[in-house]
């Protein structure tokens, strides 16, 4: 069964600083990987996505991301972080080996962005 | 161009009724999902419906049930409803169940058991 592990269930960073979310994922065969927000009372926005292909992907909000195989992960990363980034970050993967369509969620990590 | 809307917004009821929640998928899409986020968890799948045919389900009990309708709207009922089952209720649609298909999220239900 695949997995998705999320290190980190809190980060905190000073405005303009350099975002690092951590992703893992545990799957038999390489996944689709996403990363989606979740500001507070809303539903969930897709920032990125792997499918196949180059390993960096741009998300949307200067996020990115980049799948390594070698390590099984899919860290979200952002240059400058703005205020207005504060919001549930989660990371999910799509087995098509097994058919499963439907997303398996990590935990999620709350970014906290510091004045 | 309207999204994924889901009614009602907040509900809450007491443990052993039954509730219905509602979806009304993104302009275009014809695939429906269905999740269940916890507090302070990532939301776990319940189920999608696809041509008005439950397709694929997640763990989740007998006692979740869905159904699709032909505008592809779907509901969600909960039946003996637990203390457990307190939880923010996401639809997401899509178009076509494929998993390249970006899944549109709506913006949920709360429900609250008492």
């Known amino acids: 069964a695949q997995s998705v592990t999320q290190l980190g269930s809190h980060v905190s960073v000073s405005e303009g600083a350099l975002v690092l979310l951590r992703c893992n994922y545990s799957s038999s065969v390489p996944p689709y990987l996403f990363w989606y927000v979740q500001y507070p009372n809303q539903g969930l926005q897709l920032l990125l996505k792997?499918?196949?292909?180059?390993?960096l992907v741009k998300g949307i909000n200067g996020f990115e991301a980049e799948f390594k195989k070698s390590e099984t992960s899919f860290h979200l990363t952002k240059p400058s972080a703005h205020m207005s980034d504060a919001a549930e970050y989660f990371c999910?993967?799509?087995?098509?080996?097994?058919?499963?369509?439907?997303?398996?969620f990590g935990s999620g990590t709350r970014l906290q962005v510091q004045p | 161009d309207a999204g994924v809307t889901q009614s009602p917004t907040h509900l809450i009821k007491t443990r052993g009724q039954q509730v219905t929640l509602r979806c009304s998928p993104k302009?275009?899409?014809?695939?429906v999902s269905w999740y269940q986020q916890a507090l302070g968890q990532g939301p776990q799948f319940i189920f999608q419906?696809?041509?008005?045919?439950?397709?694929q389900r997640g763990n989740f009990p007998d006692r979740f049930s869905g159904h699709q309708f032909p505008n592809y709207s779907s509901e969600l009922n909960v039946n003996a409803l637990l203390l457990g089952d307190s939880a923010l209720y996401l639809c997401a649609s899509s178009d076509g169940t494929g998993a390249l298909r970006p899944q549109h999220f709506g913006d949920g239900t709360r429900l609250s058991i008492l």
């Open positions: 792997y499918t196949t292909g180059a390993t």
């Open positions: 999910a993967v799509s087995d098509l080996d097994t058919g499963r369509r439907a997303l398996t």
């Open positions: 419906y696809y041509e008005e045919e439950e397709r």
């Open positions: 302009s275009g899409h014809d695939t």
